[in-house]
């Protein structure tokens, strides 16, 4: 499977953005998508799932309410809308790729895309 992410861009405090994850390969529909993101000097972090089977999502405390991920499964896409944004979003973000399952951490996917970067202005 590879991955393609984008929609990135500049954004004020507030805004929103809509990311777009591509995938290319077998099989989409048997793979949990996750997107992470990693900020300047952190570690990368886990943002919001949605698995494999149906619509069942899982997200961060620090976005739900505020960031919705979805699939669109003849398409092969995966999206994260992102609404009322703020500085702490700023990061690049990665989509993830695992068949069946995967959890809240790097290690659980094999697949990633390139990332693309998110900054909120204040």
């Known amino acids: 499977v590879q991955l393609q992410a984008f929609g990135g861009g500049l954004v004020q405090a507030g805004g929103s953005l809509k990311l777009s994850c591509k995938a290319s390969?077998?099989?989409?529909?048997?793979?949990?998508f996750s997107w992470f993101r990693q900020a300047p000097g952190k570690e990368r972090e886990f943002v919001a799932r949605i698995y494999w089977y149906g619509t069942n999502t899982y997200y961060a405390d620090s976005v739900k309410g505020r960031f919705t991920i979805s699939r669109d499964n003849p398409k092969s896409m995966v999206y994260l809308e992102m609404l009322s944004l703020k500085p702490e979003d700023t990061a690049v973000y990665f989509c993830?790729?695992?068949?069946?399952?995967?959890?809240?951490?790097?290690?659980?996917?094999?697949?990633w895309g390139q990332g693309t970067q998110v900054t909120v202005s204040s």
């Open positions: 993830a790729a695992k068949h069946l399952h995967g959890g809240n951490t790097s290690d659980d996917y094999d697949y």
């Open positions: 390969g077998r099989a989409f529909s048997t793979y949990t």
